[in-house]
């Protein structure tokens, strides 16, 4: 079965950290991009960052390095790490990709995150 869990996610307060986790099944992880995504309320959901199947990451909200994504090919896993949280970061995370073969998207199920003092 193919599937996305997403974990990590919790209450911050500003300038804190966080590091969410999706773990993968039922497809080629090694080979997949990954993605994470956000989504605040009342807004669209955004790509935070992307990171190919060779390690090549792109960061899109963030210019100051605040956001780093990386992945464990050998535990099927993508990781978000976030740091000097602030308000404006809280929102629903969801990992991402999409299948090798058939082109299907998958979503995770989402993980709250939520900044505040």
């Known amino acids: 079965q193919v599937q996305l869990v997403e974990s990590g996610g919790g209450l911050a307060r500003p300038g804190g950290s966080l590091t969410l986790s999706c773990v993968a099944a039922?497809?080629?992880?090694?080979?997949?991009?990954m993605n994470w995504y956000r989504q605040a309320p009342g807004k669209e959901r955004a790509l935070v960052a992307s990171?190919?199947?060779?390690?090549?990451?792109i960061t899109y909200v963030d210019r100051v390095g605040r956001f780093e994504v990386s992945r464990d090919n050998a535990k099927n896993t993508v990781y978000l790490e976030m740091n000097d949280l602030k308000p404006d970061d809280t929102a629903v995370y969801y990992c991402?990709?999409?299948?090798?073969?058939?082109?299907?998207?998958?979503w995770g199920q989402g993980t709250q995150v939520t900044v505040s003092s």
């Open positions: 991402h990709t999409r299948l090798e073969i058939t082109d299907e998207e998958v």
């Open positions: 990171i190919t199947d060779i390690g090549n990451t």
């Open positions: 039922g497809f080629a992880f090694s080979r997949a991009r």
